[in-house]
């Protein structure tokens, strides 16, 4: 998050829309700092799909995507959203993070 990419004023607007998405009843933002050390996300980005149909994870790369439905693979991605969820700081905590990164990012010169 405190990476820059392009404009340090358009950065700024996009974490203030952030923290403005966090305040809605069905966004549960969740930020996992730096300290928490190695998890389950940072061997790449995965999407766990739940829905009263057959659960399933969607993996996405540059070029292409995958769809996982299989009980044993949606169950071990399961356990690795719970690992990230319990290594990530509280909604409360994380809007106050990146609160803190747009105001700094805002004093920066």
Request: hydrophobic share 45%; proline share 6%.
């Amino acid at each position: 998050m405190r990476q820059v990419i392009g404009a340090p004023e358009v950065m700024v607007e996009q974490l203030e829309y952030l923290g403005e998405m966090a305040k809605l009843p069905n966004v549960d933002l969740r930020v996992v700092p730096f300290s928490s050390g190695w998890h389950p996300a940072l061997e790449g980005l995965f999407l766990l799909i739940e829905s009263e149909q057959t659960p399933v994870v969607q993996l996405e790369s540059r070029r292409s995507g995958l769809f996982l439905h299989e009980q044993e693979d949606v169950q071990s991605y399961r356990e690795a959203a719970d690992t990230v969820f319990r290594a990530a700081m509280s909604p409360e905590e994380s809007s106050e993070f990146i609160a803190e990164i747009a105001k700094d990012m805002e004093a920066a010169p």
